[in-house]
């Protein structure tokens, strides 16, 4: 490590570098469905439908798998090291997909792709939160996660000025930049997380194999189904709900306003529910955003006026994509410094899956002729589901507890 980047920074500084990691992160996952319509006209492919949609399975699949690998090498070998190492992996694999001269290689890469993809929001997470001062941890971790819209933003303005220009190739070449702009910046600036450096030497792995034991293995349990119903509704949503309103009788562009509006509601969610958070704790602000995500999808089954169903979408996007950057930030203070990274990768590796879950859910309800209010039900169920999960997670156990644990692994 670089002497500069052993110095004390300010906090802000890592959430800069954190927020950029996740707004790429968002653009290379994003900016694919924006594509497909190129690729399936690309000459010489001859790609359906179907086969487009499991290549960008791909880098999901990736996800579930790089998410728990890399929290536990985290853990293992420092934030620094391994969030500089996926910035490296992701935007090299993303070079290779924008050079894929088939169908079936652009799906590997962009499998590989998904391992770092997979692996930035834990360490990431990690390192705001081991960086942020004490009663603002929450809020400085949701602001880095507000990222992840931001890049679904910037990869919509890509996809409608520059899809004509570069085509669906210079598009994934985008995702090479944070090799030329994070990576330096981040080798140049980024410390090492004090606390990890200052635990690492006495925690051992006695702590990480603790997380799964006893009352902790309760509560990453219990957080990875709260993680897979919140990634549930934040991809299900995301993909179906211009479908749904148009279903319902709004004209194209009133449901694509609605998919704005339940974005905007998102990042506002997101700040609002943490900085709360960080007042008056994770568990309950998680389960009261379920609770809310849940009552403002089923406000939505009953006909209203359009400026009282926009309220609406504005709510479940706050509600539904707030209440995931909050339970985030409830795993990562929920846990000590040894296995935070560890419990943040198990725990979103797995709602990862819900995240390829939403999406099927809602095509196969609509695939069966079930509308909005069919859909939303479910989804309201999924919210609640959440919310038990959230609510019922034991109780932290004290520094002392903890510590006597670690030193008697058969207690």
């Known amino acids: 490590m670089s002497s500069l980047a052993a110095l004390p920074r300010s906090p802000w500084l890592v959430v800069a570098l954190g927020f950029g990691a996740i707004v790429f992160e968002g653009y290379d996952l994003i900016v694919y469905g924006s594509v497909v319509p190129a690729m399936l006209a690309h000459p010489g492919w001859g790609l359906s439908a179907a086969e487009a949609g499991a290549i960008g399975s791909y880098a999901l699949l990736g996800m579930f798998l790089g998410a728990p690998a890399s929290g536990w090498l985290t853990d293992r070998f420092g934030r620094r090291r391994l ?4 910035l490296v992996w992701f935007s090299v694999m993303m070079v290779l997909v924008a050079l894929a001269p088939t169908p079936g290689l652009l799906g590997l890469f962009r499998f590989l792709a998904g391992l770092g993809f997979g692996g930035i929001p834990p360490t990431a997470i990690a390192l705001v939160v081991e960086a942020a001062p004490a009663g603002r941890k929450l809020f400085y971790n949701s602001v880095m996660l507000s990222g992840f819209p931001v890049g679904g933003v910037v990869a919509a303005v890509a996809s409608l000025t520059l899809l004509g220009p570069i085509g669906f190739r210079g598009l994934f070449a985008l995702g090479v930049l944070p090799l030329v702009t994070l990576v ?11 606390r990890f450096a200052s635990a690492g030497a006495e925690s051992g792995d006695g702590k990480v194999r603790a997380l799964l034991r006893g009352r902790a293995a309760v509560a990453t349990l219990l957080f990875a189904v709260a993680n897979f119903c919140g990634f549930l509704l934040v991809f299900g949503l995301n993909t179906w709900l211009p479908q749904l309103m148009r279903g319902a009788g709004y004209d194209l562009g009133s449901a694509l306003t609605f998919l704005l509006l339940l974005n905007i509601g998102s990042v506002v969610g997101g700040l609002v529910g943490a900085a709360i958070s960080d007042r008056f704790g994770g568990r309950a602000v998680a389960t009261a955003l379920f609770v809310l995500a849940a009552a403002a999808m089923l406000l939505l089954t009953a006909p209203r006026s359009p400026m009282a169903t926009s309220v609406l979408v504005f709510v479940a996007g706050a509600m539904t994509v707030g209440s995931q950057s909050v339970l985030w930030g409830y795993v990562a203070t929920h846990y000590d410094t040894a296995a935070r990274a560890t419990a943040l990768g198990v725990t979103s590796g797995i709602g990862r899956l819900g995240a390829a879950a939403g999406p099927a859910i809602g095509g196969l309800l609509v695939a069966n002729g079930v509308g909005l209010a069919g ?19 034991p109780r932290r156990r004290t520094a002392a507890a903890t510590a006597a644990l670690a030193a008697d692994p058969a207690s």
Do not use: D
């Open 83 to 86: 969030f500089i190492g996926l």
């Open 184 to 194: 330096p910046l981040a080798w140049w600036v980024l410390p090492e997380s004090a």
């Open 375 to 393: 859909n939303v039900l479910v989804f309201a169920g999924a919210a609640l589901a959440g919310a038990v999960s959230s609510v019922l997670v």
